[in-house]
Structures are given as structure tokens and as C-alpha cells.
């Protein structure tokens, strides 16, 4: 089960180590491969999502982590773990929905702890003379786990495509929103994922793609895939999504996720929560498709996810392309990146585990890693 689309985000041993990635921001247009050799690169190209989506951004940010020690040029452990620290900092700055960053983070934190002896506190970044390893055990240990965590990712996309296979019957004309593909993961795609492993099996399905203003990851991206692969799909703006659906031409919405309460309420790309209630209107399955790495177990709430505003000309330029402004220059703006939409819209929640139904309460609960 492999795809035509590049990896997106991979580490690369040339030129002393850099996390190399695809930058979406071009596409579909351009294919560049960005190598990224500062830890500052990888901050900026998640920021400025060249890398987007959340399993792919949490993995660009654990191979961000071993990009530093890899270029450390700390010669004890307290120094390294300094540097570690300060990296791990900037990386959990850069975008505060997707939860599976800051899930990376803490496998790195844990395979950090697991390298080396920690003083009695246990604080994985308290420096001092009970720390008995050597700095090169420790970034050979980050690398390793970093590299483990990119190629899971892969794996749990293949494992969610195979337990959504039950949900999607023979011609199935699918609706998704934005894009939750192989560009949005390590490769295959959770939303993606499930409609790649329908076409692999035969069952003839059609995709509705929504455009996903305002920067137009629908149409760019999620068109792109399938195209490249030989999956037909349809191009619609986001407006157009509630007739289609009125006509009958829906058979079921699949979409992916930045977080996922442990409630069953789920964040994921502006829009999404209308497609959700129009699908909900129209009788039609709603299914969100993540692993369980997004899935936030400390937040009790969909109304507790931080959502990121993103700035003003994303909306005033047409995908930052424009020349001119789509709109006056002095209008007020208002851009959330992400919208929340509640358990009771969502018919079933599909992870590398099974499939989750309501009451999410129990059934994502022992989905649980432990």
C-alpha cells in the first residue's frame, strides 16, 4: 500500500542530517523539496505550513527535536539538554490545535528520559551530575525515536484504511473537507487514507472535494492526490457542499482531524462543522478519521481546544496568490484556522484501533494508549 505522492517528511542524512519535506505552499504547481537544517527552518515551514496536517506536523517537530541534538555541538549532556529544551520550546509555538504536536514532543521527551539516569525529582530537564549517559547515546536515541514516530504514523493511516473499509459501500460517492491525505501525514492519509484504501479494494468510489477556503487546501492539495493517484474526485466550492447533498449525490462525508476530545468533539478545518450539520440535515454519515494520537484525553470540552487565528491577508488574498486584495483594504477580518465540531454530529470516529461509535466517552476511552 504505497502512493505516487513523495514522502512528505523525512529525515534525511545528507549534509550532516536535515528533516526533509515537501512544500505544500507550492503545490500544485511546483514539487519542491525543502531540507531543512536549522531548527528556525523547520519552526517557520510549520508555521507557514509548508508542513500541515497534523500527524505530518508532529512529526515534522520530532524530527525537528533530532535535527538539534544531530547538530548539537554540545560536548556534555547538561548542554545538550539545554539545546533540547530551548528547541522544544520554539516547536510547541508554532501551532496550539493540532494535539499531535505536542504528542511528539512528549514521545521525545520520553525517549529523552529513557536515555539517560535523572536525578531523584525526575525532571527529563534537570541537568546535573547524576546524568550518566553520553551525549552521542542521546542523540542517537532522539534520531531513533523521532524516525519510529514518522514511520508509525505510516502505518496507523494503512491500519485506519483498512477498519473504515466496513463504513464505505460499493460506488460510494464520498465528500471530503480539506485535506487529510499523504500530505497532511507520513503518507496515505487518514481521511485520504480511508477513500485510498476503498479504491484499492475496488469499490468504484467517487470523491466531492471542497475547495477549503481560504487557502484553498481542497483544491490545491486533496485534488492533487487524487488525481496523481487515479481516484475520481470533483472539484466543488465550499458553498456548493449542502446542495450537493440535496441532490442526492452524497453517499457518506469522511474528514480528519487536528484534536479530538475525549467527549467525541472534534476540531479539524474551518468549514468543517458546516459540512457536519448539513450532512447531519441531509441523513448522512459523518465520519472523522485520526489516530489516536489526536485523540486529547485532558480536555473534558470542544469548547476547550485553543483555536489558531491566522493572519488577515489569508483571507484577503486569494491563497496569498493574488495580486490585488479580494476585498477592501480597510474591512475588518476574522480568520480561525479550525472549527469544533460537537460528538453528536459524528456518526463514527475511525482510528488505527477500530472504529469508535457514541458513546465516545467509553469507546475512545479504550482506544486509549497506555
Not at 505550513?49 to 497534523?54: K, N, P
Not at 527529563?124 to 536515541?141: H, R
Not at 470533483?234 to 450537493?244: K, Q, R
Request: hydrophobic residues 45%; contains cysteine.
Amino acid at each position: 500500500m504505497t502512493t505516487r505522492v513523495p514522502p512528505t517528511v523525512v529525515w534525511s542524512d545528507e549534509n550532516g542530517g536535515a528533516v526533509r519535506m515537501i512544500d505544500q505552499t507550492l503545490l500544485p504547481g511546483e514539487m519542491v523539496m525543502l531540507d531543512c537544517t536549522e531548527l528556525e527552518e523547520v519552526a517557520l515551514a510549520i508555521e507557514r505550513l509548508s508542513v500541515r496536517g497534523a500527524p505530518a506536523i508532529g512529526c515534522a517537530a520530532a524530527l525537528g527535536m533530532a535535527l538539534v541534538a544531530q547538530r548539537s555541538e554540545a560536548t556534555n549532556l547538561a548542554t545538550l539538554l539545554a539545546d533540547l529544551r530551548d528547541a522544544r520550546e520554539r516547536l510547541a509555538a508554532t501551532r496550539p490545535t493540532a494535539v499531535n504536536l505536542f504528542w511528539a514532543l512528549g514521545e521525545i521527551d520520553d525517549a529523552i528520559e529513557a536515555a539517560i539516569t535523572l536525578q531523584p525529582d525526575g525532571d527529563v530537564w534537570l541537568a546535573g551530575p547524576s546524568l550518566t549517559a553520553e551525549p552521542a547515546d542521546l542523540k542517537a536515541a532522539v534520531l531513533r525515536r523521532a524516525n519510529e514516530i514518522v514511520a508509525d504514523d505510516l502505518q496507523r493511516c494503512i491500519s485506519m484504511g483498512q477498519h473504515a473499509l466496513k463504513l464505505i459501500p460499493e460506488g460510494a460517492s464520498i465528500l471530503t473537507h480539506c485535506n487529510a491525505g499523504a500530505l497532511a501525514t507520513a503518507g496515505y492519509g487518514t481521511a485520504l487514507g480511508v477513500i485510498r484504501a476503498a479504491h484499492e479494494a475496488g469499490r468504484g468510489v467517487h470523491v466531492w472535494v471542497d475547495e477549503t477556503r481560504p487557502l484553498l487546501q481542497g483544491a490545491r492539495l486533496t485534488a492533487w492526490e487524487l488525481v496523481t493517484e487515479g481516484i475520481p474526485c470533483t472539484l466543488i466550492c465550499d458553498s456548493m457542499a449542502g446542495y450537493v447533498m440535496r441532490q442526492g449525490k452524497v453517499d457518506c462525508v469522511v474528514v480528519g482531524s487536528d484534536r479530538i476530545i475525549a467527549n467525541g468533539d472534534v476540531a479539524n478545518k474551518i468549514g468543517t462543522y458546516t459540512v457536519a450539520a448539513m450532512a447531519a440535515h441531509h441523513d448522512i454519515p459523518f465520519y472523522v478519521a485520526a489516530p489516536v494520537s489526536t485523540i486529547d484525553y485532558e480536555l473534558h470540552s470542544g469548547d476547550d481546544i485553543p483555536i489558531e487565528e491566522r493572519d488577515r491577508s489569508e483571507v484577503a488574498y486569494l491563497a496569498h496568490r493574488a495580486p490585488e486584495p479580494v476585498c477592501p483594504e480597510d474591512v475588518a477580518i476574522y480568520s480561525p484556522a479550525f472549527d469544533v465540531t460537537p460528538a453528536e454530529l459524528v456518526t463514527a470516529i475511525v482510528t488505527e484501533k477500530g472504529v469508535a461509535r457514541p458513546p465516545y466517552g467509553r469507546s475512545l476511552a479504550a482506544m486509549r494508549d497506555e
